[in-house]
């Protein structure tokens, strides 16, 4: 016999998406202030100045509100996934950037 395939928009299934939707953007909202109770430490470990160490959670939020503001709106004129595959390159970039970048740094390569 066949299994019967479960339907999506059944009550608890689209309750449960739901809550893990909220989830996300607890997450991504919180995001934005997890840097805050460590910025001595981040301070004292780079030999930051106050304002230098003042500038990262502003910067932070400047890159949240740019995020919101231009690329938010790109999922209404460019298909999701296309727009996913593109950022989702884009991130794989910069990581790789930072990992040549701290490699050179440590070996003090310019």
Do not use: W
Not at 84 to 107: K, R
């Amino acid at each position: 016999m066949d299994k019967p395939v479960p339907v999506l928009n059944q009550p608890s299934s689209q309750s449960l998406s739901r809550f893990i939707l909220l989830l996300m953007t607890a997450a991504t909202a919180a995001n934005l202030y997890y840097n805050q109770p460590i910025l001595p430490l981040i301070g004292h470990e780079f030999d930051l100045t106050d304002s230098q160490l003042g500038s990262i959670p502003a910067l932070t939020q400047f890159g949240y509100a740019f995020a919101l503001l231009f690329l938010s709106p790109l999922g209404d004129s460019i298909a999701r996934r296309r727009l996913i595959g593109i950022l989702s390159c884009l991130l794989v970039a910069a990581c790789i950037f930072a990992a040549i970048h701290s490699v050179c740094c440590i070996h003090g390569v310019s």
